[in-house]
Structure formats: C-alpha cells, structure tokens
C-alpha cells in the first residue's frame, strides 16, 4: 500500500492521518478470502500427507488465517532466526518471490525422523548445513506440488526453489511495500508442534481470483437485492375482511355469541402478505387440501 503520513502544524492536534491509496486496498474481499481460506485448508490436509510419507512420523497440518500484509509487515512479524525458503514465480518480476516459512527446530526435527532419530532437538537457533539444506529441498519440492494442486488456477505461474535464508530481516522476497498474500499454519509433526508461514505476492493470485471468484459489482447491487428479495418466503393468508365492534361488544362476549360478518358468501375473500392485501381469491380445493384460486391482484402505489 502506498501511504503517506500527515502531521499536523505544530501547536495544532498531535494526531495523524495515514493516506489511504485506494488502487491498492490491504484487505481481501470476503468472497476472495472464502476462495483462498478453502484453497488453503486443502494446502494444509495435502501437507500434512506428503510430510507424514516424507518424514515417517505422524503429521498434521492446520490452517489458521490468511491475510493480506506488506512485505515488510510480514517480515516484521517474522523471529530474527528461522527458516525462508523463497521461492521463484516465473511469470511475474524476478524481484518478487514467494516464502514457505517455519522454525529451524522444525526443521531439524524433521531431518531427525527421516534419518531415523526421535525428532526431539533442544539445540540453540542455527544455520543448516550443506546436507541438511539438501533434505529441505526435498520436502519443499513436495510442499510447492501440493500448493500447486490446492490453488490451481489461482496459481499460474510455475513455481521454484531459488535460495534458503536464516534471517528475516535481511531475506529481501519483495519489496517492503509489496503486498503479499499471507496464509499461516500450524505443524505438528510427532510431538513437536511448530507455526509455518506461506507468502505468495499478491500479484500473482488477485489477478487470477478476480476472474474465478469475482467481486461484485456495486452497479449490479439493485438486481441483487430484487433477486434476493424475489427468495425470502412471506406469510400469506386468505382471510375475511375485517369488521368493526364496540369494546362493550367484546367485553360481553361469552361462549356461544355470535358475531355478524357483514361478508356475503359468494363474495371472494382476501389474500394479504405480510398482512398487506394483495389480491382477493375464492375458496377452492387442490387434491384433498383447501386452496384458494385467485381472482383479482390489486396494485398499491407507494
């Protein structure tokens, strides 16, 4: 988002503005954040699989949010030691790449459980070796098929490994104010339990949401409602037009009394909505169940 923040005179209020950009909103509509929230839980159910088959150890994978951040919001959020594996997308700038994010006990765990230890790891925050580099990219290769399969469409571009870092804040996947779509998840993979980050920039997903899931128009918004409002079921009755009496007539009413109508028989009743008459109708019949046969629709004017 572009924004510029605006400070008042001195002397004058203390409080600031921020300059919203409209051609760039921050947030996800909620029909592209529904779209997403379902492509991402698939992400996470085919991760959990491939990383059980990988690693041989039980895995699960939970997805939690997905939001819409800058880079640099996302990096920020980021600890200063972990794993980014940043990942190329090759239709788009080659400046702007893709991060798979998790911990670095994460993945030392991992490396344990396919190397047949306990995946248990106490050690300080480190960078991974040569070798174990090489066992990461295995997995990621398996992560960046199931993401591939889980967003179809939404994801186009052909997606690669480019370069593993241990420092968020000096691993450069976009520029800082580039929007990024962010998804997060929870991974457990035995008895370890470890939060994972995926950041696709925004580029490469929107423009392709747009036409899968669209946003509607606000011109379309009276037909919408008109065609909302054509489904809501309504109350009708076939009713006998009211009459007027006295308070004394109903305070003396007792069991028995009767009540002239003043309605001939032959007179149709009628038909109201939601307590409005629509229309008058005459009594009739449909198999073995009352129904009424209209005879006459009134139009109110309002």
Known sequence: MTSTRI???PGASTRNVDVYDFRRPTTLAREHSRALELAFETFARQWGTQLTANIRAR?????????????????????????????????????????????????????SHMLGGTGVHNEAERNLTQMEQTLLRKLVVDILDDLRYSLGPLLSADIAIDAIHHNSQFAQAAGTTELMIVASFTVQSGEQTAPATLAIPADAILRRLGDANPVINA??????????????PVDVALQIPSVAVTPATILGLTVGDV????????????????????????????????????????????
């Open 259 to 302: 009540i002239p109508l003043g309605h001939p028989k032959h007179k149709p009743l009628d038909l109201a909505v939601g307590g409005q008459q629509l229309a008058t109708a005459a009594v009739g019949a449909n198999g073995s169940r009352m129904a009424c046969v209209v005879i006459e629709t009134q139009e109110t004017p309002r």
């Open 59 to 111: 895995s699960h994978v939970t997805f939690e949010t997905v939001l819409m951040n800058t880079y640099d919001e996302y990096a920020a959020s980021l600890p200063s030691s972990t794993v980014m594996v940043l990942c190329t997308l090759g239709d788009l700038d080659a400046d702007a790449k893709a991060v798979i994010q998790f911990p670095t006990g994460a993945a030392l765990s991992w490396f």
């Open 7 to 9: 400070s008042r005179a």
């Open 219 to 232: 011109a379309d918004a009276r037909a919408l409602v008109q065609l909302q409002l054509s489904r809501v």
